[in-house]
């Protein structure tokens, strides 16, 4: 599989987490990226800390959580025996409510799938076009430019592997530690807890920063328009199809 696993594994794994002769220069930004985006700091959807997590994406496909503390009951409080996928997951979804940053994630990858999308239609209705010109004469091989174009979609499909892998890790994990509040909340309580829920861990809580058109605004619908649309325009894009199984 394409990626890079080497430099995923030392931070899927916690021996190897402080491991810094191992760690190559994209690993070391990727573990910088991977700490800004999960603090309480906010960061606003323009800024290029996004880009620099997205970069890294041929170690992104290759990230899982270290599940082997899961059942130990002081696992919350010892995170210098956990991966840094680990811990990253587990600040994020305790900053969540604070940063909005999972919900800046979720614009992002909204964003991604789009253009994702409209390039694998562009590219399939110029197929198309060039069929319907050839008929009846010699077919033509592909133009360079048409090939540039299927480079630059596997690029930009590669691209969403890596940063929905991290998104699936981060998501699940904030939605179980909410969840988990919620019950214990309302075991405390005897009442239904009226404070934080799963969804409010994808709504983007308005700020004062220029380019910033979202204001409280719950980034799971644009997201869940997204993927449809993903799966929908699979069945008519040959091109989709190839990524899907590729």
């Known amino acids: 599989m394409w990626g890079d696993a080497q430099g995923a594994a030392d931070l899927n794994h916690p021996a190897r987490m402080n491991d810094h002769a191992s760690s190559s220069q994209l690993t070391s930004k990727c573990k910088a990226s991977l700490v800004q985006i999960s603090s309480p700091a906010h960061i606003p959807l323009q800024d290029t800390r996004w880009q620099e997590l997205f970069l890294s ?6 990230l899982d959580r270290d599940h082997s503390d899961d059942n130990s009951p002081s696992s919350n409080h010892n995170d210098e025996n956990n991966s840094l996928v680990s811990q990253v997951a587990r600040n994020m979804a305790r900053n969540t409510f604070l940063s909005s940053n999972l919900a800046g994630f979720t614009w992002h990858i909204t964003r991604m799938i789009n253009e994702l999308v409209h390039s694998c239609i562009s590219i399939n209705q110029s197929k198309h076009l060039n069929a319907e010109q050839g008929d009846g004469h010699v ?8 090939a ?7 690029g930009k499909a590669r691209v969403v592997c890596g940063a929905m892998k991290l998104y699936r890790i981060m998501v699940h994990e904030a939605i179980v530690k909410t969840t988990q509040k919620e019950s214990n909340d309302h075991e405390r309580s005897g009442q239904r807890h009226e404070g934080s829920s799963v969804a ?3 709504l983007f809580q308005s700020r004062q920063h220029s380019g910033i058109t979202a204001s409280d605004e719950n980034m799971a619908h644009g997201l869940s ?3 449809l649309t993903f799966l929908s325009s699979s069945v008519e894009s040959k091109d989709m199809k190839e ?3 590729s």
């Open 200 to 202: 409010d861990i994808f």
């Open 243 to 245: 990524l899907i199984y």
């Open 225 to 227: 328009n997204a993927l």
């Open 148 to 154: 540039s174009l299927k480079i630059a979609l596997v």
């Open 139 to 146: 077919v033509t091989p592909p133009t360079p430019a048409n």
């Open 57 to 62: 994406y041929e170690i992104l496909v290759h």
